[in-house]
């Protein structure tokens, strides 16, 4: 039997902890169910989202549609030959735990994006990334299903456009199509990425340079530096890293000499944006009952009961006095909605 629930609180559905409703809200655990669902006429009445994990989003009112809430799972080993094995995985499964499994398995490529919040849908959406590895390097294959024509459809790597924290199922015509699940190709045999930031000092105090201490290592730096959304409500790294010219960067550097940057493709630098925040002097910067997050600038917290627009106020807040000092405009790497 297929049950919409309505006027359903999505406080515990957004990392934020953001207490709003939804008008409608539909979760599934078998595509079947979801396909049964996408029968009724609820798409051509009101707006609709499909919230994941709800660690990428901020809920600024509530929403005034229907919340449809993947919750589909599994992990299936579907192909392999000597040196790699084909994964796939139900959108509805929680990242964190498909990269344990991986790592158990002593599979290679998504070790460095331990302890990501989220589910493995809104990976693919957003091409999460961490340490230097982004996940749409090992994504084959997306699966979705149309809602308004109820026709699935498989997206190769190349159709599915990733590019830094994008894929093309973040544009607007791809709005009605939920993804079901998602196809990895993941490696036997490898060699660790460990020299982004502090990464590999973390792991040779582990001992050898392997993937069970990759994951501890990336794991370990994450609890120092990030507050568990399950404690205190956040969205990990608010903002994208900003990427720029060469002569841009020129002229920041100029200003300050110890900016912390990256090389980008296409001969572009890409600066990080928790670097500027706190350069400025807004690390642990509060309005209200919002903060930046005293041990990572890049970091909005909820210290508690704060509203959605109370995030968003903050972040405008460090968007205006990062681009007067510096020119360079901060994106959102969050969701509003």
Known sequence: MIVQSENVSLQKYNTFGIDVYASH?????????????LKRDFKAESSFFILGGGSNVLFLDNYKGTIIHPNNKGI????????????????????????AWAVTHELYGIENLSLIPGSVGAAAVQNIGAYGVEVGSVIFEVHTIDMFTLQTHKFSHKQCAFEYRNSIFK???????????????????????????????TVLSLG?????????AVIEVRNQKLPNPNEIGNAGSFFTNPIVSKDVFN?????????????????????AAGWLIDKLGLKG????LAQVHSKQALVLINKGGASGRDIQKLAEYIQDKVFNETGIELKPEVIYI
């Open 76 to 99: 299936s080993i579907i192909a392999q030959d000597d040196t790699t094995v084909r994964v796939k995985v139900g959108a509805g499964e929680i990242w964190d735990d498909f990269v």
């Open 285 to 288: 910067f509060s309005l209200g």
């Open 251 to 271: 002229k920041i550097q100029q200003k300050y000499p110890d900016i912390v940057w990256y090389a980008a493709p296409d001969n572009m630098v890409k600066i």
């Open 208 to 216: 050898e340079i392997s993937l069970h201490n990759v994951r501890k």
């Open 171 to 201: 544009q607007a015509h791809m709005k009605h199509h939920i993804i079901t699940d998602v196809c990895f190709e993941l490696n036997k045999k490898g060699s660790c990425c460990i020299s982004y930031g502090s990464l590999q000092q």
């Open 25 to 37: 809200f539909f979760s599934y655990t078998h595509i079947d169910e979801l396909q049964e669902y």
